[in-house]
Nanobody, 124 residues
Protein backbone atom coordinates (compact mmCIF):
# COMPACT_ATOMS: atom_id res chain seq x y z
CA UNK A 1 0.00 0.00 0.00
CA UNK A 2 1.26 3.48 -0.83
CA UNK A 3 0.50 6.39 1.44
CA UNK A 4 0.38 10.16 1.04
CA UNK A 5 0.08 12.49 4.00
CA UNK A 6 -1.29 16.01 3.68
CA UNK A 7 -2.89 18.80 5.66
CA UNK A 8 0.06 20.28 7.49
CA UNK A 9 0.65 23.99 7.83
CA UNK A 10 1.56 26.91 10.06
CA UNK A 11 -0.89 27.68 12.85
CA UNK A 12 -0.91 29.49 16.17
CA UNK A 13 -1.01 27.73 19.50
CA UNK A 14 -4.53 26.64 20.37
CA UNK A 15 -5.59 26.17 16.77
CA UNK A 16 -6.66 22.96 15.05
CA UNK A 17 -5.52 21.06 11.98
CA UNK A 18 -6.70 17.88 10.31
CA UNK A 19 -4.14 15.69 8.65
CA UNK A 20 -5.09 13.17 5.99
CA UNK A 21 -3.39 9.95 5.00
CA UNK A 22 -4.60 8.76 1.61
CA UNK A 23 -3.76 5.23 0.53
CA UNK A 24 -3.71 3.44 -2.75
CA UNK A 25 -4.69 -0.19 -3.14
CA UNK A 26 -7.74 -2.30 -2.50
CA UNK A 27 -6.38 -3.85 0.68
CA UNK A 28 -6.30 -0.62 2.70
CA UNK A 29 -8.99 -1.82 5.07
CA UNK A 30 -6.76 -4.70 6.17
CA UNK A 31 -3.99 -2.41 7.41
CA UNK A 32 -3.52 -0.75 10.73
CA UNK A 33 -2.45 2.88 10.33
CA UNK A 34 -0.16 4.80 12.61
CA UNK A 35 0.81 8.45 12.79
CA UNK A 36 4.31 9.34 13.89
CA UNK A 37 6.11 12.66 14.12
CA UNK A 38 9.67 13.84 14.05
CA UNK A 39 10.78 17.17 15.41
CA UNK A 40 14.16 18.67 14.42
CA UNK A 41 16.99 16.89 16.18
CA UNK A 42 14.70 14.29 17.72
CA UNK A 43 13.77 10.72 16.98
CA UNK A 44 10.55 9.84 15.24
CA UNK A 45 7.90 9.19 17.87
CA UNK A 46 4.53 7.54 17.98
CA UNK A 47 1.45 9.79 17.98
CA UNK A 48 -1.64 7.68 17.32
CA UNK A 49 -2.79 4.50 15.63
CA UNK A 50 -5.98 2.81 14.51
CA UNK A 51 -6.50 -0.88 13.96
CA UNK A 52 -7.91 -2.36 10.79
CA UNK A 53 -10.26 -4.86 12.36
CA UNK A 54 -12.36 -2.89 14.79
CA UNK A 55 -10.89 0.62 14.52
CA UNK A 56 -9.56 0.47 18.05
CA UNK A 57 -7.39 3.53 18.66
CA UNK A 58 -4.23 4.18 20.59
CA UNK A 59 -2.62 7.50 21.54
CA UNK A 60 0.60 8.81 22.93
CA UNK A 61 0.12 10.36 26.35
CA UNK A 62 1.29 13.71 25.02
CA UNK A 63 -1.65 14.00 22.62
CA UNK A 64 -4.39 12.10 24.43
CA UNK A 65 -7.51 14.20 24.72
CA UNK A 66 -6.35 16.64 22.03
CA UNK A 67 -5.85 14.44 18.96
CA UNK A 68 -8.29 12.02 17.40
CA UNK A 69 -7.59 9.40 14.75
CA UNK A 70 -10.28 7.97 12.50
CA UNK A 71 -10.55 6.08 9.24
CA UNK A 72 -12.96 5.92 6.33
CA UNK A 73 -12.18 2.71 4.51
CA UNK A 74 -14.50 3.58 1.63
CA UNK A 75 -12.26 6.59 0.99
CA UNK A 76 -8.98 4.77 1.68
CA UNK A 77 -8.19 7.56 4.13
CA UNK A 78 -7.16 7.96 7.74
CA UNK A 79 -7.53 11.31 9.46
CA UNK A 80 -5.72 12.84 12.40
CA UNK A 81 -7.72 15.65 13.96
CA UNK A 82 -5.41 17.81 16.05
CA UNK A 83 -6.96 20.29 18.46
CA UNK A 84 -5.46 22.66 21.02
CA UNK A 85 -2.13 22.54 19.25
CA UNK A 86 0.99 23.46 21.18
CA UNK A 87 4.41 24.63 19.99
CA UNK A 88 5.82 21.27 21.07
CA UNK A 89 3.57 19.59 18.48
CA UNK A 90 5.74 21.13 15.76
CA UNK A 91 7.16 18.31 13.65
CA UNK A 92 6.95 16.48 10.38
CA UNK A 93 4.05 14.06 10.65
CA UNK A 94 4.18 10.70 8.91
CA UNK A 95 1.52 8.07 8.41
CA UNK A 96 2.45 4.42 8.15
CA UNK A 97 0.71 1.15 7.36
CA UNK A 98 1.26 -2.27 8.81
CA UNK A 99 -0.42 -5.21 10.45
CA UNK A 100 0.78 -5.09 14.06
CA UNK A 101 -1.23 -6.27 16.98
CA UNK A 102 -2.57 -3.49 19.19
CA UNK A 103 0.17 -3.78 21.79
CA UNK A 104 2.83 -3.30 19.09
CA UNK A 105 1.29 -0.34 17.28
CA UNK A 106 3.54 2.16 19.03
CA UNK A 107 6.63 0.64 17.41
CA UNK A 108 7.95 2.06 14.14
CA UNK A 109 9.37 -1.35 13.26
CA UNK A 110 5.87 -2.80 12.95
CA UNK A 111 5.05 -0.65 9.92
CA UNK A 112 6.35 -1.42 6.44
CA UNK A 113 4.87 1.38 4.34
CA UNK A 114 5.42 5.07 5.05
CA UNK A 115 4.09 8.27 3.57
CA UNK A 116 6.32 11.22 2.73
CA UNK A 117 5.43 13.39 5.70
CA UNK A 118 3.67 16.69 6.14
CA UNK A 119 5.05 19.59 8.20
CA UNK A 120 3.09 21.03 11.10
CA UNK A 121 4.41 24.23 12.65
CA UNK A 122 2.75 25.69 15.73
CA UNK A 123 3.78 29.18 16.73
CA UNK A 124 3.48 30.50 20.27
Amino acid sequence: VRLQASGGGLVQAGASLRLSCAASGRTFSTYGIGWFRQAPGKEREFVAAIKSTDSTTLYADSVKGRFSISRVNAENTVYLQMNSLKPEDTAVYYCAAGRPILSAMRSRAMYNSWGQGTLVTVSS
